[in-house]
């Protein structure tokens, strides 16, 4: 008999780096997106700072999903 395959856990960098580009997708949104819409604030204040945020969440999140897992 063959045995099953056990399928990888996803463990809590993967669901980290998964949240993190969920937020990145939001910042982009709420930010840039809404921001431009709206026009309540500055709009070079709202583009530069939802750039940082997307651009520092959607890093975070594709290194914490593309680690590799050393497991024997």
């Not at 709202?46 to 999903?65: E, Q, R, S, Y």
């Amino acid at each position: 008999m063959k045995k099953k395959p056990i399928p990888p856990s996803t463990d809590f960098w993967d669901n980290l780096g998964k949240l993190l580009l969920d937020m990145s997708k939001l910042m982009f949104a709420s930010f840039i997106l809404g921001g431009i819409l709206k026009g309540e604030l500055p709009q070079n204040v709202l583009i530069i700072a939802g750039c940082i945020a997307f651009v520092v969440f959607a890093t975070a999140g594709l290194i914490f999903t593309s680690r590799k897992k050393n497991r024997g």
